[in-house]
């Protein structure tokens, strides 16, 4: 069955990049999403890149996908202690109904 | 006015009790979702809508229960709780129509603790 996984911890200091990865199972994904959840809050959409595409950049943030590994990355440059928050990747099968969320990683921005 | 709002959002009852929590959206989107989070688990999925006369199970549905009201409500039922059902639940949305699966749109949660 479809399986995302992501580490579960990461930290970094403030100013520096962060590189969150993820690796996914399903191959027929059309879309690859990243999710970010601050604390007391749901799950908000921060971008996703079409199966097509190698690389989206969108300010701070640029996703790569690897559809051969089966690899996404999230990097966000010049991180910021508003970035800590757990980041979540997600898959969507094309033939299937549903989403399939990784289990999340914890960003810590230390000062 | 948050697009998509659970009620209640705390929540701590006893053991055998029934819950019922509501979600209603004004995104106007005819999928909608119900999760639960646990820690180091990620999103797992309930159940779910596709339409008001559509319900399908999730990969964790055994313990609840749904109804879809209305296109714009969607609500889980925990017929008698048990103390492994305390989480994190989330409700979403989505719009149905386009290619592929569109993003989904989440609630704030509810923290529900049962003792």
């Known amino acids: 069955g479809e399986d995302v996984e992501q580490s579960l911890f990461l930290s970094v200091r403030e100013g520096d990049s962060s590189v969150i990865n993820c690796t996914y199972t399903?191959?027929?994904?059309?879309?690859l999403y990243w999710y970010k959840q601050e604390p007391g809050a749901g799950l908000q959409l921060l971008t996703y890149?079409?199966?097509?595409?190698d690389m989206k950049q969108d300010q701070r943030l640029t996703v790569l996908l690897n559809k051969k590994d089966k690899h996404l990355s999230l990097r966000i440059a010049d991180t910021q202690t508003g970035d800590s928050a757990i980041y979540f990747c997600a898959e969507s099968p094309n033939y299937g109904q549903n989403f399939v969320f990784g289990p999340g990683t914890r960003l810590s921005v230390l000062p | 006015d948050a697009d998509v709002t659970q009620t209640p959002r705390n929540r701590i009852t006893k053991t055998g009790k029934r819950i019922m929590l509501e979600c209603s959206q004004t995104k106007g989107h005819d999928r909608m979702y119900w999760y639960r989070q646990d820690p180091g688990l990620g999103l797992r999925l309930i159940y779910y809508s596709f339409d008001v006369k559509d319900i399908n199970k999730g990969e964790i549905s055994d313990g609840y229960s749904v109804s879809r009201q209305a296109q714009a409500k969607f609500s889980l039922s925990l017929e008698s709780a048990i103390p492994n059902q305390t989480a994190l639940y989330f409700c979403a949305t989505s719009d149905g129509t386009g290619f592929g699966n569109q993003p989904q749109h989440f609630g704030d949660g509810t923290r529900l603790s049962i003792l």
């Open positions: 399903d191959s027929s994904s059309t879309y």
């Open positions: 890149i079409f199966s097509n595409m």
